[in-house]
């Protein structure tokens, strides 16, 4: 199954932390980009961070500096660590492996 499985979502309170992780399967999970986006109600789809195969990064100006992504490739999994979480954070957050999305995982950020 190619799927990537996000995990590690829930409810916190705004200034709060959550740490997202997505597992994916297949042997070249190495090198492949990784990506996560979100989408809140009522809202389109959006960028929220990537990683390349190299560990390079580039997020979205609304999560710089609060939201780390890294990549443990022995365990073909990616984390979203996510602080100072406020209450625009909310969202399904999705993981994108190759062509493939994630179910998602909700986010809720109380204010």
């Known amino acids: 199954q190619v799927q990537p499985v996000e995990s590690g979502g829930g409810f916190v309170q705004a200034g709060g932390s959550l740490r997202l992780s997505c597992a994916a399967s297949g042997s070249d999970f190495s090198i492949n980009a990784m990506g996560w986006y979100r989408q809140a109600a009522g809202n389109q789809r959006e960028f929220v961070a990537r990683i390349s195969s190299s560990g390079s990064t580039n997020y979205a100006d609304s999560v710089k500096g609060r939201f780390t992504i890294s990549r443990d490739n022995a365990k073909n999994t990616v984390y979203l660590q996510m602080n100072s979480l406020k209450p625009e954070d909310a969202a399904v957050y999705y993981c994108?492996?190759?062509?493939?999305w994630g179910q998602g995982t909700q986010v809720t950020v109380s204010s």
């Open positions: 994108r492996y190759k062509a493939y």
